[in-house]
T-cell receptor, first 114, second 116 residues
Framework: QKEVEQDPGPLSVPEGAIVSLNCTYS??????FMWYRQYSRKGPELLMY????GNKEDGRFTAQVDKSSKYISLFIRDSQPSDSATYLC??????????????FGTGTLLAVQP | NAGVTQTPKFQVLKTGQSMTLQCAQD?????MYWYRQDPGMGLRLIYY???????DKGEVPNGYNVSRLNKREFSLRLESAAPSQTSVYFC???????????????FGPGTRLTVT
C-alpha cells in the first residue's frame, strides 16, 4: 500500500463548478500537509499547506484535513479554465528534520471546460 | 531572483551514454532534492542533500549519482543511461517556514530526458 493515495483522474468540470480533490494517507506520523499545482510541462508549485486538522482558506481554495480518517481534501470554488492542471497532495512528519523529505500522491489531472 | 534553475531542458541519450543534469538555487536553501516523475507514479525521490557536504539516497537511487558542489548547486549524473531512465527530472530546494518547524519545497522547471 502506498503511503499516500490519490485518484489520478482525469477530472473534467464546467467553468464555475466546485471541485473536490482528495487524498488518503496511511501513516499517523504525518502532520504537515501540502497541495502542489503543476501546469503542463512545468515544475510543481506550492499552493497551500496546513499543519492541523480543519480547514484553511486562501481565496477560492480551501484545504481540509481530517486526521481521524487520514483524509486530505482541496476544494476549488468558482473554478476557472486557468485552474486546469495536475494537483498533487504531499505530506511529511511535522518534525521532518534536516531531510525534509516529502511523500507525494500521484496527482489528479483537472480540466476546467469554458 | 531566479529560484531553482535546471539545465538542460531537454536531452536525448543513447543507451550507455552518460550525462549530468545541473541544478542551482539562489534562495540560500540548505536542502536540495532530485526527483523523477513518471506517468502514474508521481514524484519519486532519487537523492537528496540535507546540507552542503552531505548526500543521501532516496526511494529510487539505482543508476544515479549526485554531487552537492556548494550550497547553490546540486548535480545528478547518469553514468550509463538506460531506457528505464526516460523520465522528467525535477530539482527542488527547501527552506524553513515562518513557524520554523516545517518545510516547503520549491521546484525547478524540469529536464525531459529520453533514452533510446
Amino acid at each position: 500500500q502506498k503511503e499516500v493515495e490519490q485518484d489520478p483522474g482525469p477530472l473534467s468540470v464546467p467553468e464555475g463548478a466546485i471541485v473536490s480533490l482528495n487524498c488518503t494517507y496511511s501513516n499517523s506520523a504525518f502532520q504537515y500537509f501540502m497541495w502542489y499545482r503543476q501546469y503542463s510541462r512545468k515544475g510543481p508549485e506550492l499552493l497551500m499547506y496546513t499543519y492541523s486538522s480543519g480547514n484553511k482558506e486562501d481565496g477560492r481554495f480551501t484545504a481540509q484535513v481530517d486526521k481521524s480518517s487520514k483524509y486530505i481534501s482541496l476544494f476549488i470554488r468558482d473554478s476557472q479554465p486557468s485552474d486546469s492542471a495536475t494537483y498533487l497532495c504531499a505530506t511529511q512528519p511535522l518534525y521532518g528534520g534536516a531531510t525534509n523529505k516529502l511523500i507525494f500522491g500521484t496527482g489528479t489531472l483537472l480540466a476546467v471546460q469554458p | 531572483n531566479a529560484g531553482v534553475t535546471q539545465t538542460p531542458k531537454f536531452q536525448v541519450l543513447k543507451t550507455g551514454q552518460s550525462m549530468t543534469l545541473q541544478c542551482a538555487q539562489d534562495m540560500n536553501h540548505n536542502s536540495m532534492y532530485w526527483y523523477r516523475q513518471d506517468p502514474g507514479m508521481g514524484l519519486r525521490l532519487i537523492y537528496y542533500s540535507a546540507s552542503e557536504g552531505t548526500t543521501d539516497k532516496g526511494e529510487v537511487p539505482n543508476g544515479y549519482n549526485v554531487s552537492r558542489l556548494n550550497k547553490r548547486e546540486f548535480s545528478l549524473r547518469l553514468e550509463s543511461a538506460a531506457p528505464s531512465q526516460t523520465s522528467v527530472y525535477f530539482c527542488a530546494s527547501s527552506s524553513r517556514d515562518l513557524v520554523g518547524v516545517a518545510y516547503e519545497q520549491y521546484f525547478g522547471p524540469g529536464t525531459r530526458l529520453t533514452v533510446t
